[in-house]
């Protein structure tokens, strides 16, 4: 479990910082928030959703989608109260989780 924390907290960061940068944000603070923000959620919804569905036996896309909506709206709030830089911090945080979210499942299909 734990191996798969760090490899999903590790593609996160890497696919949202990437993000981030394409989105034009810039200087140690911003992404410094960005990555903050990612390893406040993730770790979380990791664990809840490994919970949920594997131990529990809940369905795997109602909890993905209630547990990626939840990320969204904190790192949204995170977002909103931190970044100096995001004009719309909800667009930013809907696209970024979105795109990191994609991105992994895509991953996941050639690992």
Known sequence: MLESLAVSLALTLALELGF???????????????????????PPVVLLHH????????????????????AVLVEWRCYKACSEQLKRPLLFAVLANAFSYGAGRIISLWI
């Not at 940068?21 to 410094?32: D, F, I, N, S, T």
């Open 51 to 70: 919970t949920a569905v594997s131990t529990l036996g809940w369905g795997n896309v109602p909890v993905t989608a209630a547990l990626e909506l939840a």
């Open 20 to 42: 981030a940068l394409v989105w034009g944000l810039r200087g140690r603070r911003e992404l410094a928030v960005v990555a903050l923000v990612n390893c406040l959620t993730n």
